[in-house]
């Protein structure tokens, strides 16, 4: 298997991007996945890089990248050496990340006949699901998508970051990491920004608004979002595929740092479901 690690995605007036990939120089026609991870998250957390092997040995290309502004820094891609950067992320900034990678998806393997550049899928976890579902609906490059415990809903989040008044007045509040300890900032543009792109950051309309198939995978006990917005999002798209993962939790039963070579039980379920998803 060939592996790209940390290939650093420089762009005009933009925070670098920091981007793995994994493929086969053996196999034909690998279609591209794009992974999205989490808030709070980032492409190296747990056993992500597992779950990228698993999915590149079944025939896919498998891109994974740190957004811009998740706090990781090109010397320093796990956890928030950057808290200033955590601090000016948003929605829109998330979303052009994306757009930014998939780009570099494109070009970056065009000259590689083993890859397939006109599919690409998209798979997110958490917040990544909610900004997947954005993409997917808008942009038709992207030919199939996964959602890992992703949210529903991006205003209800926004709104109850902090004190709202509060918040405005000091033009930042603070989220606790119960992992690192950190007290993480959201400046107040975060806000602004929902506020001012609304219609364009709204996940019902997007879901609604979907023409390619959908894959929903969920775990039941999930405590940080609730199994109810993934029925939602079924929902809202009935023509979706919804996989309730019995008694898995957020993260599907892993963590950070991840020491095992093995992915937990529940996270191989979840590849093995989003594997035969994409061969369809």
């Known amino acids: 298997m060939k592996v790209i690690s940390n290939f650093i995605l420089k762009r005009n007036d933009k925070k670098s991007i920091l981007i793995d990939a994994f493929y086969s120089q053996d196999k034909t026609n690998q279609p591209i996945v794009v992974f999205c991870h989490g808030y709070k998250g980032f492409k190296d957390w747990g056993a992500w890089n597992l779950m ?25 891609p796990i956890d928030f050496p950057d808290l200033e950067a955590f601090g000016q992320n ?52 992207i030919t199939k998508l996964i959602t890992l415990a992703s949210i529903s809903n991006f205003e209800k989040r926004t709104a109850t970051i ?15 990491n119960g992992r690192t300890k950190q007290q993480m900032p959201h400046y107040y543009q975060f806000y602004e920004d929902f506020i001012t792109n609304k219609d364009r950051l709204n996940i019902e309309a997007a879901e609604k608004s979907l023409t390619i198939p959908h894959l929903i995978i969920h775990g039941n006990n999930d405590t940080s979002v609730l199994i109810k917005e993934a029925e939602e999002l079924y929902q809202w798209n009935p023509v979706s595929e919804l996989k ?37």
Request: charged fraction near 25%; include cysteine.
């Open 52 to 76: 990228a092997k698993e999915i590149a040995k079944a025939g896919f290309c498998f891109v994974k990248f740190n957004f811009s502004h998740n706090g990781g820094t090109i010397e320093n």
């Open 90 to 141: 948003n929605y829109s900034k998330e979303l052009g990340d994306l757009d930014d990678v998939i780009d570099w998806s494109v070009n970056y393997f065009s000259n590689k006949p083993m890859i397939d550049i006109n599919t690409i899928c998209l798979i997110g976890h958490s917040r990544g699901g909610g900004i997947c579902i954005l993409k997917g609906s808008k942009d038709k490059r």
């Open 162 to 176: 902090g004190n709202l008044k509060d918040w405005k007045e000091n033009g930042v509040t603070y989220i606790l």
């Open 244 to 280: 309730i993962i019995e008694g898995s939790n957020h993260v599907f039963d892993t963590s950070h740092p991840w020491e095992k070579d093995s992915l937990s039980e529940d996270l191989q379920k979840v590849v093995d479901v989003s594997i035969t998803f994409l061969k369809k």
